[in-house]
């Protein structure tokens, strides 16, 4: 595969696959652990310092293994290629197709905002986007790039619009009172129920892993990866923070925390009834660089596995024109499209979404094998405040993932069942291949 992005389309690959529909609504999931504006802006800003933590760690190694197939290559290499499967396989059978459907679904739902439309016919609709988009990325990896950077471009003015509205035009009082962080001092229960806030921040954050995916199309790996995933997230951070203090500064903070659709209605308290009309054409494009990224990307990890013998051979092939896995690309849209029709999606989702955090953990501890396993390998990046950094993002992980067990626990021993449910695959794709199972020197 030819390298063909440049930092400009790194960046919007990193800031198209963390911006989704969650800074939308999650802050409202936020609020209701909280008790003051104060408290909800500390505790997105938590999440963006923990997204930086990780983006950090992701930068040093995607600068280290300037190929495709993202934390695939990294857990193979510092643990085992069953370790790496079992991520991948995560990608293909809930993460990436989930959310695939279930961002499509909500795309054409918000269509539906003005354009009538049944439920029957927003799945067909739904679908349809995957396919064309997904026919759009089999025609090389430059016209599905420009097509992402065209939506998440314009994601990205929909939120400074918004953001620009609540700051400089809109019928709220100019002055607002944030509150104190800690209204009745640091208790362990304001610490639980903080932690509990954050969740949907995090979960919101997510997503700047997708450039090493694709980091071996990437031109001049060893500069524009970590450049790309480091600027990226911090202007995902700066948008995030200011759009939550919009949102503060609309509505109070009961109403924040009992709102099913925040962004929507805050424009609304701000501009009038036309402002929801506007945050509906804001989702519509969201969701749209959302999925443009998802399509984009995805495919790579699936192809890296391929090729090494460790996943369905067939998405291994590349387009003899275009040069992209065309094959992984339709296993991908099919798949997803399966989800969709099934409804099964929304399940599989909160099943494993969590999976994101364990395999962020295991990538924050790869970084740190690999710093003693391969010491003189080339490090054209290296991670700062190393090795506290990545040990601080590891711990972070383990939280997250302790924390979502402690709140769901059947729900998450599921989503460990579907986790693991790769592993046969595993064993019998290597025994076809006649691969070692161990990963092996980069």
Request: include cysteine; glycine fraction near 10%.
């Amino acid at each position: 595969m030819k390298r063909t992005l440049g930092t400009f389309d790194a960046a919007m690959i990193v800031t198209g696959a963390i911006i989704g529909a969650g800074i939308f609504m999650n802050p409202a999931e936020s609020a209701k652990y909280l008790q003051t504006p104060a408290q909800l802006l500390f505790v997105w800003g938590l999440g963006g310092v923990t997204a930086l933590l990780g983006a950090v760690c992701f930068a040093e190694l995607g600068a280290m293994f300037a190929r495709s197939g993202g934390q695939y290559v990294y857990l193979e290499k510092a643990f085992s290629r069953w370790l790496g499967f079992l991520f991948g396989w995560t990608v293909f059978s809930t993460i990436q197709t989930g959310a695939l459907a279930a961002v499509s679904y909500t795309c054409i739902r918000f269509v539906g905002y003005f354009v009538p439309l049944g439920e029957g016919l927003t799945s067909l609709l739904a679908a349809g986007l995957i396919l064309v988009l997904s026919l759009v990325n089999t025609f090389g990896i430059r016209p599905g790039s420009i097509v992402q950077n065209i939506f998440n471009s314009l994601k990205i003015i929909a939120l400074l619009a918004l953001i620009a509205i609540g700051l400089f035009w809109n019928k709220t009082p100019e002055t607002i009172s944030l509150g104190p962080v800690f209204p009745d001092g640091i208790s362990l229960r304001m610490v639980s129920l903080m932690g509990l806030a954050l969740m949907p921040a995090l979960f919101s954050y997510g997503g700047w892993q997708n450039l090493n995916f694709v980091g071996g199309e990437v031109k001049n790996p060893s500069r524009t990866i970590p450049l790309a995933i480091l600027a990226g997230v911090v202007l995902v951070v700066v948008i995030y923070m200011l759009s939550n203090f919009v949102y503060v500064k609309a509505l109070p903070l009961d109403k924040v925390a009992g709102s099913t659709k925040l962004a929507s209605d805050a424009v609304e308290a701000m501009v009038g009834p036309w402002g929801a009309k506007f945050i509906a054409l804001a989702v519509i494009v969201s969701t749209l660089g959302f999925l443009s990224v998802a399509i984009l990307t995805g495919p790579r990890v699936y192809a890296a596995m391929a090729q090494e013998g460790a996943f369905f051979p067939a998405a291994g092939r590349l387009h003899p024109r275009f040069q992209t896995p065309y094959l992984a690309i339709a296993l991908q849209a099919v798949w997803s499209c399966g989800l969709l029709f099934t409804k099964s999606y929304g399940q599989l989702l909160e099943f494993v979404t969590f999976g994101d955090w364990i395999f962020y953990g295991l990538t924050a501890a790869a970084l740190l094998v690999m710093r003693r396993k391969f010491p003189d390998m080339p490090r054209p990046y290296r991670a700062w405040g190393y090795p506290v950094v990545p040990a601080l993002f590891l711990l972070i992980s383990v939280a997250v993932v302790v924390n979502v067990f402690a709140m769901s626990f059947l729900k998450s021993l599921i989503g460990v069942g579907i986790i693991l449910a790769g592993l046969p695959v595993y064993w019998m794709s290597r025994s076809r291949s006649g691969a070692p199972a161990q990963g092996s020197r980069p």
